[in-house]
């Protein structure tokens, strides 16, 4: 689904994937699920572009609902696939921390759980290899992604910034559509492992200025980073 210039979703609101074009090639934002990849492809030709332009994969962390098709790219079309060196084992099948008890309503957890199934969520392939994607460095992939430090959801938890798409793509940073309870808007999100932590992160995203905010999980929101932040940081209070 096309969403502006340069800016694509791959997808829905359950699992989100970004892809990034320019002249000089795609960047993919996240992996989805492995069942997503076919998603993937017809977005990429209705964007008049092909695998062999995909020149890179940023990861916003190492969970497994956003590794889906990376480890495919990686070795069967020689994509790098970048994640911050703290979740650089997280998606390599390494231990995840245990979270606290989730809210959750019935309908809204059982709706997650069977698109993920649907979509190949239980069959993850975890990455045999990684780049470092550092905070405050721009990779040297389209659309210049710029890496903002946004531990909390997990210690290498990071937003991507892409200035010529206005965006700024952050994972699990927030959420605007709880998985687990079906709520909408810009929220903390579920299975978080410093939940404090990442709401005080998000106070880096405002420099970006960017009025696309692009969560995992949830409706693109396009009102502006700073009513996107003040709107978590007030559900937070609630």
Known sequence: MRLGPHLSRVGNDIVAVYLVDTPDGVTVIDAGL??????????????????????????????????????????????????????????????????????????????????????????????????????GETLDLPGSPRIIGLPGHSAGSIAIHVPMADAVFVGDGLTTRHVLTGQMGPQPAPFTDEPELAIASLRALLPTGATWVLPGHGTPWNGGVAAAVAAVEQAARA
């Open 34 to 135: 492995a069942g997503q990849w076919r998603e993937l492809l017809a977005e990429l030709t209705s964007m008049d572009c092909t695998l062999e332009e995909v020149k890179g994969v940023v990861l916003t962390h190492g969970d497994s609902d956003h590794l889906g098709f990376a480890e495919r790219l990686r070795r069967d079309h020689g994509v790098p696939v970048y994640v911050h060196p703290a979740d650089a084992a997280r998606a390599q099948g390494g231990d995840k921390p245990a979270n606290a008890r989730q809210t959750m309503k019935v309908g809204a957890t059982l709706g997650f759980a069977a698109y993920s199934l649907r979509k190949g969520g239980m069959r993850t392939t975890y990455l045999t290899e990684t780049v470092d994607a550092q905070d």
